[in-house]
Nanobody, 124 residues
Framework: EVRLVESGGGLVKAGGSLRLSCAAS????????IAWFRQVPGQARLGVSC????????YYTNSVKGRFTISVDNAKNTVYLQMNNLVPEDTAVYYC?????????????????WGQGTQVTVSS
């Protein structure tokens, strides 16, 4: 059973930072990729960032480049999303997903397992 549990969300002011964590079990980090998505109510779930285990390829959606950093701790089977210089447009429920594909784009349709989500709210 693949299990993903997100944590670290919360309320932060614009310009602040949060670090999200995703604890994974039921698969090894040497297969495919793991990713972060986010969703605003009434809108599509969109890819934020992913990392491919085979070669370390990393993808970020344009709006978070230079502000967010994805990383993994293989010993802890945990993936992180460090979010700096947050803006109100980052407000969403953030989901961890695995395993999947991570190349030049990131699609929710290529991921089969999801965490419960963690709320991130950025106030102005």
């Amino acid at each position: 059973e693949v299990r993903l549990v997100e944590s670290g969300g919360g309320l932060v002011k614009a310009g602040g930072s949060l670090r999200l964590s995703c604890a994974a079990s039921g698969f090894t980090f040497d297969n495919y990729a793991i990713a972060w998505f986010r969703q605003v109510p009434g809108q599509a779930r969109l890819g934020v960032s992913c990392i491919r285990f085979s070669d370390g390829n990393i993808y970020y959606t344009n709006s978070v480049k230079g502000r967010f950093t994805i990383s993994v701790d293989n010993a802890k089977n945990t993936v992180y999303l460090q979010m700096n210089n947050l803006v109100p447009e980052d407000t969403a429920v953030y989901y961890c997903a695995a395993p999947g594909l991570c190349g030049s784009y990131l699609s929710r349709f290529e991921y089969s397992n999801w965490g419960q989500g963690t709320q991130v709210t950025v106030s102005s």
